[in-house]
Each structure stands twice: as C-alpha cells, then as structure tokens.
C-alpha cells in the first residue's frame, strides 16, 4: 500500500530526577551534599533512508514514546542517559508541527537526521544547591520533562523527471518502456494510483529518475479526482515531461488538455511553471495523431511559454531515443529548485510560536479555583520534588519572580483562595 502521508504522536524522554544525598563516611567530617543529577531523557529522530518507499509504517503505528533518563545518585553519581529512538523514513519525507504548520525540516539526503523531540535534561542534585547559607540544602529537580507533539509526514517522491497529464494519454506506457519500472497498463482512466519510480538508463551512460504520477484532471487543485493527492510529488521535481494524447480517439482536444494541465499545476504552485517542460506527442502511431499535431503546433505558437514538442510512440519505439537525450540535456541545464523549508527559511517565514505565548495565564472555574497554565510555568512545576520542603519553598520563589503573585492580586485573589496548577492546589496567601 502507498502512504504519502502520516500524523503520529511522539514523546522525548523525560530527564532523570536529581537526588538527595549526603556523604555520611565514618571518617569525612562535614561530607555535605552528594546527590548526583539526572541523565537526559531519549530523543526521538527522524532518519531518512533510501530502503523505504512509502510511510506506511506509520499508518497503524502511530504513538512513539523516547525512554526516560536514569535518577541521580549518592556521591555524586550521574544517572544513565538514555538511548535515543531513532525513527525511519523514506527520502523526500517533509516534516511539520500538526498543530502549528510550523515546518521542522525536510530529508532529502541520504541518512540525513532531524530532532523532531528533544529529550529533557536530568535535573539536578543537592550539590548544586549549596551555598555558603546554606551548606546542606535539601533541594533537588526533578528531570526536564520531554517535548511532546504530534507531527505530520508528508512524502514527496523524489525524481529528476516527472510525467504529467490527463489519465490514459500514455505516461504508464512511457515509463514502462524507458526504464524496469512496471506500472499497471489499463484502458481505462486512473489506472495509476500510486506515483511510480523508473530509473533511465541512455547509452552514454547519464542517468535519471523518472516519475509517473497519477492522471490528474481538471479541477484538480480543487479536491476533484486524485490529482490533489498527487500534485505534492511534482514540487520534487526538474523538469516536467507534459503527455499529450494525439491520437483523438477519446474525442479530446490536444491543446485544451495541455492549457488545462498548466492551470491545475499554476493553482496549485506557481513556482511549478518554473520548471521546464518537454511537450510529448504521444500515441503516433494512430491514424490523426500526425494531423492533430499540426494543429497542436499552430496553436501552441499564441503561447508565451514555447516548450520544445516531441512526437512519441511508445509502442513502437518511435523518438524515444530523442526524447530521452533532450531531456537528460535539459536536466544538466536546470539547477535543482529548492525544498520547501528552504523556501520557508530563505524568506524567513518561520514563526517561533514559544516566544509568542505568554508566560502563565490565569482562569477561574466554575468552584471559584484559580487556574494557572503556561508552558514555563508547568515546566517549572514538573521539574519540583515536592518531597522535600525546601523544593516548595524554591518554587513559590519562582512564581513570585514570574510576577504570579502580582498577578493573581489584581485579579482579585484573597487570602486562602484555592490556586491549581495541573492536578496540584494550594492556598494562596496574601
């Protein structure tokens, strides 16, 4: 089954917790503190391969969670860093945030690697903590909690050569006798329904990869038959091989097709007119295709856009050889166009979406609560041992910075309202 897109959750793994300890050797006077910090918590990777084709490892498999880092311990001691879980996707695969559209990268290149969740860092011991006021504090963290989020893969097949026009003008047949590839050959419309791969091969040994890509048809842009699905995998794409039918047979007009595919692709991407095209004549052997043709040639010369045409049969062979030579040449001329995220990058699109959300908010529940949320905020509390007095007393500290305090005061706050943060409450006062 082809998979050319996925969403799936992932976890880093959170950070070990920092450790309470004290040297209590019979003959070390004063030892102090010795809780040694957490490890750092799994990252989760993203690496792309050349062995896959398709996600469809992804499609049922949809939650991956990193291991979480060792706790700290006495003496000193580090905990264990965790192992990082390393994820396989094919080459062409782009990356996003579901929930923001933010682009995370995309792998393109060989074992190329992308962090998609970093693991948390281990919190830290009591050594830390020690101060000349305070020589044995029993303060420790808790580990860094790991990001979490969903993500979106979307696969783009990448090829130097990409075969497009409406379904059953030829493009199957093209690829089937140009390269090994054998793509399903039917006449009937959407035969192809999955993008198909070939490698050619020409006799002075330049070689490409080309791309049948599923029949698109008018209104494609829109959602209507399956071009949307496919007119992802042109954006990988140098140069553009446009089939046209010449034989007539299905009662088509040749140039209305070929202004047809230009608009679907123009609505889509315009940068993908950016790309060269070779216009391909095909089904020449059939009795009009040398009349149509003409007439295909006479209204091409409107046009702005000239595009080189070149009559086909992929039946008997005919200009094949031409067609190939021109394209491998027109190949080596185009520079190859950039991905997406460095289109996004080069005009600086990205948005850091962290930066733009404030610290901690504050709500009211229906039982009179105080509800405080925040990315910082809910990280600080993760990362507090509530065990310990000392720890509590560092993180009211810590909301006190944050201005909470102020905060809750001007909105009303008395002494011994109820404040939540997560599934913890606590009193406030004043």
């Excluded at 399903?184 to 050619?200: H, R, S």
């Amino acid at each position: 089954m082809f998979v050319d897109q996925a969403r799936i959750f992932i976890k880093a793994g959170k950070g070990g917790d920092g450790m309470v300890a004290f040297r209590r050797e019979k003959f070390v006077p004063n030892g102090g503190p010795a809780g040694g910090d957490g490890g750092y918590g799994g990252s989760i990777i993203l690496k792309a391969v050349s062995g896959m084709r398709t996600l469809t490892d992804y499609r049922y498999h949809r939650h991956f969670k990193a291991a979480s880092g060792g706790k700290g311990m006495i003496k000193g001691m580090y905990g264990r860093k965790a192992e990082n879980l390393i994820l396989k996707v094919p080459l062409g695969t782009t990356v996003s945030d579901a929930q923001t559209h933010e682009i995370l990268g995309d792998l393109i290149t060989e074992n190329q690697e992308l962090v998609v969740a970093q693991g948390g860092r281990g919190g830290r011991g009591n050594i830390h903590f020690a101060s000349s006021k305070n020589p044995a504090p029993e303060i420790a963290e808790n580990g860094e909690p790991g990001v979490e989020r969903t993500i979106q893969l979307e696969l783009k097949v990448l090829a130097d050569v990409g075969l497009i026009g409406f379904p059953s003008v030829g493009k199957s047949t093209l690829l089937a006798a140009v390269t090994s590839a054998k793509p399903k050959i039917a006449a009937y419309q959407f035969t192809t329904l999955t993008p198909n791969l070939g490698m050619v091969q020409l006799t002075d040994g330049r070689d490409f990869a080309m791309a049948d890509l599923p029949g698109l048809i008018e209104g494609a842009s829109q959602g209507i038959g399956l071009g949307i699905s496919f007119l992802r995998h042109i954006e990988r794409t140098r140069v553009l091989l446009h089939v046209i039918d010449m034989s007539g047979t299905d009662g088509r007009d040749s140039f209305s097709d070929y202004q047809k595919i230009n608009h679907e692709l123009a609505v889509y991407d315009k940068t993908l007119l950016d790309r060269p095209q070779i216009v391909v004549a095909s089904k020449m052997d059939l009795p009009d295709a040398a009349k149509n043709l003409e007439n295909f040639k006479l209204e091409l010369q409107n046009e702005k856009k000239q595009p080189e045409v070149v009559a086909i049969s992929a039946v008997t062979h005919q200009g094949l050889e031409k067609l190939l030579n021109l394209t491998a040449d027109l190949i080596e001329r185009t520079p190859a166009f950039p991905t997406l995220a460095e289109k996004i990058k080069a005009n600086d699109l990205q948005v850091n979406f962290e930066a733009s959300q404030p610290t901690f908010k504050i709500e009211r529940d229906s039982s009179a609560t105080w509800i405080l949320t925040g990315a910082k905020l809910e990280k600080l509390f993760e990362m507090t041992n509530f065990e310990h007095d000392e720890s509590v007393m560092r993180f009211a500290r810590q909301l006190r910075g944050m201005g909470v305090d102020d905060a809750l005061r001007q909105r009303g706050a008395k002494n011994g309202d109820v404040v939540k943060i997560k599934d913890f409450t606590f009193e406030f006062v004043d």
